[in-house]
């Protein structure tokens, strides 16, 4: 790996982690807030899920600017919108205005993955890209560590609004790294228009490839960052009836599994390529093996706490090669607007998921905090379910295969 590679990969991979962190804060935030302003299921449940609505309806225009401007300029701008977001969600002393901050985060870190993939496929070769996009998940999958025990331990001497200060200085400082120190790819090719990239959008979505690759991902990887972000605590205590201890030494094990999840995968998938395992197979075979896992919790199969929940954060990223796949599939000046289309479609599941859970929760009385374990599985059982569905549309042979896309849209290069 060259220096300038080193750097893009680094740079790019802490933005993600501000954005991870940001995205699972709230986890360890929930007793103090709830208790501060009353909150109920559903109101937790939308205040949470704000982040991901901001993040998601500013995808395809992220994707565009990423697309037209780059990745350093882009990432290292919006991040300033992520700092006043968790400002404003610090200082506030109404859901309302909580509500305003947390929306400007999701916008604030909308890009970072979109531009952290966009600057891998600049700097390194395709071949190269599951393991890579493996290892910026994986860091930021350190994010979803430190929303676990850490966090818990921060919050034992500091408020949650002090906490709220220091990420405001963090999430300036990766902006400040991001825009001076991140390398900008040279383009060859003559950049298209503004209205030209956003017809390509256009073209993305009206994409059976497209869909036929997202089906099955974007529904796991929405189950799985929805529940990470929030809710996995609540079942910890709730159905298992775990200490706040225990419960967040276990968020904070399911987020190092990830972490070598998404790399091992990332690995794994290089290799079996090469013994004729398509990426597209193998990335199913990770998901699959997800939903079995969440049934394993959900039926209490006998087996330690601690290896159902580290499964359940090995095979929950795995949707992520996905990415990988859609960039074998889509015009590499498309790269930028295809993953964020991508993830504008996760975090609009992921949105609906935490409000939904809440939802479901709230149609049973709580009882000093908690909810009865029934009021949780009949939300595990509608994502479950959820999930096998996609599974079929994506197993199933459909009439336009998974294969390179060729879009019309552009043809300035």
């Not at 994986?138 to 919050?155: D, F, N, Q, R, Y």
């Not at 199913?284 to 706490?305: D, K, N, S, W």
């Amino acid at each position: 790996m060259s220096s300038t590679q080193l750097r893009v990969f680094l740079l790019f991979s802490a933005g993600y982690f501000v954005s991870y962190v940001f995205r699972g804060v709230n986890l360890g935030f929930a007793p103090f807030i709830t208790h501060d302003l009353g909150l109920s299921a559903t109101d937790l449940g939308l205040l949470t899920s704000l982040y991901f609505l901001g993040f998601a309806g500013a995808q395809i225009p992220a994707g565009v600017l990423l697309d037209h401007f780059g990745a350093r300029r882009v990432t290292s701008a919006t991040l300033l919108f992520a700092a006043l977001g968790i400002g404003v969600f610090g200082a506030a002393h109404s859901v309302g205005v909580m509500m305003v901050g947390r929306l400007l985060i999701g916008v604030g870190v909308s890009v970072c993955l979109g531009a952290a993939f966009k600057a891998l496929a600049q700097h390194f070769a395709s071949a190269r890209l599951p393991l890579m996009n493996g290892l910026v998940m994986a860091i930021g999958g350190l994010g979803g560590v430190m929303v676990g025990s850490p966090l818990t331990w921060v919050l034992g001497f500091a408020s949650w609004r002090t906490v709220c200060v220091g990420l405001v200085l963090l999430t300036v400082l990766v902006a400040l790294a991001q825009w001076t120190l991140a390398p900008d790819a040279h383009e060859t090719r003559r950049q298209a228009s503004l209205g030209t990239q956003f017809k390509g959008t256009l073209h993305i979505l009206g994409s059976a490839a497209f869909w036929k690759i997202a089906s099955f991902s974007v529904v796991t990887q929405g189950v799985f960052y929805a529940m990470q972000s929030l809710w996995v605590g609540a079942w910890l205590r709730d159905v298992q009836g775990f200490e706040p201890p225990e419960a967040a030494a276990l968020v904070s094990i399911l987020g190092f599994a990830m972490m070598a999840g998404c790399v091992g995968f990332g690995a794994a998938a290089r290799v079996l390529e090469r013994r004729g395992v398509s990426l597209y197979a193998f990335c199913g075979v990770g998901m699959a093996l997800y939903v079995a896992t969440q049934m394993l919790i959900m039926f209490r199969a006998p087996l330690p706490a601690s290896l159902l929940w580290a499964a359940y954060g090995i095979f929950g990223g795995t949707g992520i090669l996905s990415y990988a796949v859609m960039a074998r599939h889509f015009p590499a000046q498309m790269t930028g607007r295809v993953n964020t289309t991508l993830t504008l479609i996760i975090f609009l599941l992921i949105f609906g998921f935490q409000i939904g859970v809440g939802a479901v929760l709230s149609r049973w009385p709580a009882s000093g905090g908690h909810y009865p374990a029934v009021a949780h599985l009949t939300a595990w059982g509608i994502l479950v379910g959820l999930q096998v569905l996609s599974a079929v549309w994506y197993v199933l042979p459909g009439r336009t295969p998974v294969r390179p896309v060729v879009l019309h849209a552009e043809h300035e290069a």
